[in-house]
T-cell receptor, first 113, second 116 residues
Framework: AAGVIQSPRHLIKEKRETATLKCYPIPRHDTVYWYQQGPGQDPQFLISFYEKMQSDKGSIPDRFSAQQFSDYHSELNMSSLELGDSALYFC????????????FGPGTRLTVT | AQTVTQSQPEMSVQEAETVTLSCTYDTSESDYYLFWYKQPPSRQMILVIRQEAYKQQNATENRFSVNFQKAAKSFSLKISDSQLGDAAMYFCAYRWGMNRDDKIIFGKGTRLHILP
């Protein structure tokens, strides 16, 4: 079965640089979520999109923005990167009418040096 | 606000034995979902088991089962016949059931060690 695809899997950036993370949800899933997991932490919700519209926002810094495109893939744009942005970024997708679960991608490991 | 609490940061169990991971949550809602996710060293988040709050019957998936006590807001995970591949971080998680796009709230996790 198709899973959530995230790219790149690993990314190394320097402070003050910009990063773009991409997420391709499971086909026919209409909702995408972004989570950030710092070292030794639990995943924290950043933002979600339903049918290409932003639907909920968590503790996402103003330096971050995201969108969902017409093909349902989503991109998380991160600017003015800080050392504290180093984390594992998960994308998850779900389908309305499902059983409540979200399916997680493998994550993008971002390292800011 | 909803919260999820896992009081056991780490646990160990002998291979082939049974272990129970604890989880409590706080919510004022009546319609919600509860999950256990497994995160092995690869860091992939793997759904282990799901429970709908309106169902009284405890969910079971092969060697994994839950004890869902809605009134007590308790949701423990039992792993039977523990295997080396079960070693991982386990996250208890909550999701409100009324919105199609509601986020998941995770507990801090319990790291499970399997002793050969």
């Amino acid at each position: 079965a198709a899973g959530v695809i995230q790219s790149p899997r690993h990314l190394i950036k320097e402070k003050r640089e910009t990063a773009t993370l991409k997420c391709y949800p499971i086909p026919r899933h209409d909702t995408v979520y972004w989570y950030q997991q710092g070292p030794g932490q639990d995943p924290q919700f950043l933002i979600s999109f339903y049918e290409k519209m932003q639907s909920d926002k968590g503790s996402i810094p103003d330096r971050f923005s995201a969108q969902q495109f017409s093909d349902y893939h989503s991109e998380l744009n991160m600017s003015s990167l800080e050392l504290g942005d180093s984390a594992l970024y998960f994308c998850a997708s779900s389908k309305w009418g499902g059983l409540g679960e979200q399916y997680f991608g493998p994550g993008t490991r971002l390292t800011v040096t | 606000a909803q919260t999820v609490t896992q009081s056991q940061p780490e646990m160990s169990v002998q291979e082939a034995e049974t272990v129970t991971l604890s989880c409590t949550y706080d919510t004022s809602e009546s319609d919600y979902y509860l999950f256990w996710y497994k995160q092995p060293p690869s860091r992939q988040m793997i759904l282990v088991i799901r429970q709908e709050a309106y169902k009284q019957q405890n969910a079971t998936e092969n060697r994994f089962s839950v004890n869902f006590q809605k009134a007590a807001k308790s949701f423990s995970l039992k792993i039977s016949d523990s295997q080396l591949g079960d070693a991982a971080m386990y996250f208890c998680a909550y999701r409100w059931g009324m919105n199609r796009d509601d986020k998941i709230i995770f507990g801090k996790g319990t790291r499970l060690h399997i002793l050969p």
